[in-house]
T-cell receptor, first 111, second 116 residues
């Protein structure tokens, strides 16, 4: 069974710092990997989708990389802002309708 | 654009009661699914559907039923609520692109259910 791990579970950084969130998965047979943001009491907002054939995707201050063979992905956030404070989830797709999720990294950006 | 809409947002049930969580999407997505989110466990798949009239079980299906009579709607039924079903429930949709790749999954805002 696919297992997804996110380290660290929580992270606090001062505003303006660049940071990296990590995601690892045990089975490299994935179709894609998706990063989400979840604010307290809210739903999941999609940030970036990386297909299995791709190495990275960028959106604004966010850059996600994928190394499928080693089962790793990173989400790089540049010049962090207090508004970036949220829980970040990664999920790998293994089939038509199955996403396996990590438990998330709770990010706090301190003004 | 509405996207994926879930109702209700909050619900309190007594043990043994039944209810239906509603999910509707207006993006004409073929794939829809239900997840539950529990502290420290991540989101887990309950049931999913790859099109109208087709449903299947996910990782944690016990105590839940689904049906898919239209492309837009995918309700989740709790047959006899138990305290172990206290959770946040999310509905998601996506579709296979013309290139055969899977698209991003879109999620609703969730239903926070408490069973007492």
């Amino acid at each position: 069974k696919q297992e997804v791990t996110q380290i660290p579970a929580a992270l606090s950084v001062p505003e303006g710092e660049n940071l990296v969130l990590n995601c690892s998965f045990t089975d490299s047979a994935i179709y894609n990997l998706q990063w989400f943001r979840q604010d307290p009491g809210k739903g999941l907002t999609s940030l970036l989708l990386i297909q299995s054939s791709q190495r990275e995707q960028t959106s604004g201050r966010l850059n996600a990389s994928l190394d499928k063979s080693s089962g790793r992905s990173t989400l790089y956030i540049a010049a962090s802002q207090p508004g970036d404070s949220a829980t970040y989830l990664c999920a790998v797709r293994t089939g038509a309708n199955n996403l396996f999720f990590g438990t998330g990294t709770r990010l706090t950006v301190i003004p | 654009n509405a996207g994926v809409t879930q109702t209700p947002k909050f619900q309190v049930l007594k043990t043994g009661q039944s209810m239906t969580l509603q999910c509707a999407q207006d993006m004409n997505h073929e794939y829809m699914s239900w997840y539950r989110q529990d502290p420290g466990m991540g989101l887990r798949l309950i049931h999913y559907s790859v099109g109208a009239g087709i449903t299947d079980q996910g990782e944690v299906p016990n105590g839940y039923n689904v049906s898919r009579s239209t492309t837009e709607d995918f309700p989740l039924r709790l047959l006899s609520a138990a305290p172990s079903q206290t959770s946040v429930y999310f509905c998601a949709s996506s579709y296979p692109s013309s290139t055969g790749l899977y698209t991003e999954a879109f999620f609703g805002q969730g239903t926070r259910l408490t069973v007492v």
